[in-house]
């Protein structure tokens, strides 16, 4: 019974192992991401009114939706 559960142990630590690695960010994942956040800092700085007004409205809409599932969760109780 003792080997039986070190065992399943075992096969529970590779799944867990073969998740996280399904999970990690791969080097295109990083090429994309570092194209990404350069192009926007680019537009950022080249166009501060711009940068600043999207910044600001992504804030906004975030906050909204969480405000929204917040007072949505209360409504519910």
Do not use: E
């Not at 192992?17 to 991401?33: E, G, H, P």
């Not at 080249?46 to 007072?71: E, K, M, N």
């Amino acid at each position: 019974m003792a080997g039986t559960g070190c065992v399943a142990g075992r096969h529970q630590a590779r799944g867990r192992k073969t998740r996280s690695v399904a999970q990690r960010m791969n080097v295109l994942d990083l090429i994309k991401a570092t194209i990404a956040c350069g192009l926007s800092a680019f537009l950022i700085y080249s166009f501060p009114v711009i940068g600043q007004v999207l910044i600001i409205g992504l804030l906004t809409v975030l906050w909204l939706s969480y405000a929204h599932r917040t007072f949505a969760r209360l409504l519910r109780r």
